[in-house]
């Protein structure tokens, strides 16, 4: 359910970024056009060969006055770069009124049949002069084409003998930005040429366009003795801003020679003059405008942005975000994190090689952002439900494992999650002496909770200590296990060990109450080894960590024969095996538990045993076992009464029951092959 919600709250990001994207909003479509212009800012610049600008600047403005001036002095200008060899010359000035200083006939001398183009511009204020050229169509053209009210143009006198006159309307995207330019514009049923495909026009020569129109809008656009322009459906070009142009100043007319051959722009970059607009370089003047598209035209720098791309981009955003989600759910954070990055920077790079490669454009940012949003909510989600599964790990086994298990469970929370099969070494233990305990608390309940406490706390830290996991308490008896949920491959030996630090601790305890006045405790312990199977058990309401199998209902009922062996440490035939050069054991029957058919040996281990007496006294207890099985009970018995003060007297209950043993034995009908089982009738 935790892995549902952390899909299902992924997905609900990744939809509401999907709708919200697919009518591409304000926005995407700023965030689209930003993308475009970061790929444009690492466009190696080219210093143009074709263009210079002659700029009438502060110097200028020094030298021949206010602006603007008598028109005699541009017409002088015009002359002047003429007699230098300049190409076509571009004065992309408004001249709607007549010159107030009377230089217009000397303008209108200088620009016949002279090469100029001047300017008009597209109005909502007026409708004059307005100077439109003949356009061969295919198709309707009008319905796509930018749309003025007006056309104010230039004086008629001026109109009449330009050889070029062209729009300087711009058309900015909607942050402002000129990225693009449309070559042709409309007014009512006539179209009016941009300045950069005025000047192509005036320099070949031709009298008027030729435009192609398809369903989806203008194809493209040609002046009759020139390249063919592909455009957009509304006969814009995409403007490649990385061009640089040789400029002088309009007083420096000695440089002027420099210019032979070049088309000449005359643009005003003067304080107060200088008109400015916004471009993906930053502000630029506006003359630059017109050089950028004329030459954007005439390297053939057919910048493409294909109709189906935002398409492609949209549906590349939601196959992203998906795999975002997928990876995740489930993989390592590392991988995560690497994806993350690869999806980020990838359409980036791509967007990058796309432009400086092929002069395509495409959308990084909204592929970026969906898959960044999307990606990272789902990690958010996934840290969440982790840091709760670990909370609620360390909340579940604080008490019960140690700082260093519950670390590495919350690091994999799988290892109990997933159920599992696996050799384990299992502990119960039981208390014993309760009652005259309990009794000498008489009503005081909470004295007596208080003293129970101090025992679990007792016998659990030298679990914790060996990094063992405590599965249950039962009322004053306890359950734990080693090799699970993490691996200890000396788990038979460290539960030995375990168990003895236990009986340990007891003694310890013993100490403290005793010295309170309170009668001492004992307490019996059965280990065995053995398969487990192990994980999260319970109903759906209630659930803990467990083990089960017939190695752990072999360890309880091995723990249950404690008190009849008279015994603080029982272990099992397989722990004994694996352990046996590490302890001293002793053995102590060949018994069937309850349940079973098939005998298994169990023995007793006690602490600091090992000299030479203590090594015979074991031999002697080997020889007694050998005569228990042989029938040899009365052998048995008096060995048994031999050994009583041996072993620091630890064994002598163990000795009393076993002569108990042997008499009941004697008086049995046993078989010449008795093994010497016993086969136990309660657990």
């Not at 405008?289 to 398409?311: E, K, M």
């Not at 969906?370 to 990690?379: D, I």
Request: aromatic residues 10%; contains cysteine.
């Amino acid at each position: 359910m935790k892995w549902f919600t952390h899909w299902a709250t992924a997905l609900v990001t990744l939809t509401v970024l999907t709708l919200y994207g697919y009518s591409d909003p304000y926005v995407k479509q700023l965030l689209r056009l930003k993308s475009f212009d970061v790929v444009q800012q690492y466009d190696a610049p080219v210093v143009s060969e074709d263009i210079a600008f002659v700029e009438i600047d502060e110097r200028a403005i020094e030298k021949y006055g206010q602006w603007p001036w008598n028109r005699s002095i541009l017409a002088d200008t015009i002359g002047k770069l003429r007699e230098a060899g300049a190409g076509v010359i571009v004065l992309p000035i408004l001249f709607s009124e007549q010159d107030r200083l009377g230089g217009d006939d000397a303008l209108i001398a200088q620009l016949m049949n002279n090469g100029v183009v001047i300017a008009q511009v597209g109005t909502t204020q007026a409708n004059k002069n307005a100077v439109p050229r003949g356009v061969a169509k295919i198709g309707d053209p009008m319905p796509w084409l930018f749309e003025w009210p007006g056309m104010l143009g230039p004086i008629e006198d001026i109109g009449e003998v330009a050889d070029g006159v062209g729009v300087l309307n711009t058309a900015p995207e909607i942050d402002g930005v000129v990225r693009r330019l449309p070559l042709l514009m409309r007014v009512g049923d006539e179209i009016y040429p941009a300045m950069a495909i005025e000047t192509i026009r005036v320099a070949v020569g031709d009298p008027s366009y030729q435009v192609k129109t398809g369903e989806g809008g203008i194809v493209a656009m040609r002046v009759p003795k020139y390249q063919t322009i592909q455009t957009d459906g509304n006969a814009r070009i995409w403007l490649r801003w990385n061009k640089q142009f040789p400029a002088i100043s309009l007083a420096d007319e000695e440089h002027y020679s420099a210019l032979a051959g070049r088309t000449i722009i005359i643009g005003t970059t003067a304080e107060g003059i200088g008109s400015i607009i916004a471009t993906p370089n930053g502000e630029k003047y506006s003359h630059l405008l017109i050089g950028t598209s004329l030459q954007t035209i005439i390297n053939g720098d057919n910048i493409v942005r294909f109709d189906y791309a935002t398409f492609v981009e949209f549906i590349a955003s939601v196959i992203g975000g998906l795999l975002l989600i997928l990876i995740a759910v489930r993989a390592p954070y590392w991988l995560v994190g690497a994806s993350i990055i690869l999806l980020v920077t990838t359409p980036v790079y791509g967007a990058y090689i796309a432009f400086t490669k092929h002069l395509q454009l495409w959308d990084w940012s909204w592929f970026v952002l969906v898959t960044f949003v999307t990606g990272f909510h789902a990690t958010f989600n996934r840290f969440v439900v982790e840091f709760l599964e670990k909370q609620k790990i360390k909340k579940q086994f604080a008490g019960y494992a140690s700082p260093t298990v519950v670390r590495l469970l919350q690091e994999n929370p799988s290892l109990i999650k997933d159920g599992m099969k696996k050799e384990v070494s299992i502990c119960f233990s039981d208390l014993r002496g309760f009652t005259p305990l309990g009794e000498s608390f008489g009503d005081d309940v909470k004295g007596l909770t208080k003293i129970m406490n101090g025992y679990m706390d007792a016998i659990t830290q030298p679990i914790l200590d060996s990094d063992g996991m405590v599965i249950k308490y039962i009322g004053d008896a306890s359950m734990h296990i080693h090799n699970a949920p993490i691996d200890d491959p000396h788990h038979p030996r460290t539960a030995v060990e375990t168990g003895l630090k236990m009986l340990q601790a007891v003694e310890k305890f013993n100490e403290k109450i005793t010295a309170e006045g309170r009668p001492p405790v004992g307490m019996g312990a059965g280990i065995n080894s053995g398969l487990g199977y192990l994980g999260e058990m319970g109903s759906t309401a209630r659930h803990s960590y467990d083990v089960l199998g017939d190695a752990v209902s072999t360890a309880a009922r091995i723990e249950s024969k404690c008190k009849e062996y008279g015994c603080l440490l029982l272990i099992g035939e397989n722990t004994y095996e694996a352990t046996k050069d590490d302890f001293f054991y002793l053995k102590v029957d060949e018994l069937a538990v309850k349940g079973k058919t098939v005998g298994i040996r169990i023995y007793t281990v006690i602490d600091g045993m090992n000299d030479q007496s203590d090594r015979k006294s074991k031999r002697m207890h080997e020889q007694m076992h050998e005569a228990y099985q042989a029938q040899k009970f009365d052998e048995a018995i008096y060995i048994c009464n031999r050994l009583m003060r041996h072993f620091d007297g630890k064994m002598q209950n163990y000795y009393k029951m076993w002569i108990e043993r042997c008499e009941y034995m004697k008086t049995q009908d046993l078989p010449e092959d008795w093994n010497g089982v016993f086969i136990a009738t309660t657990k």
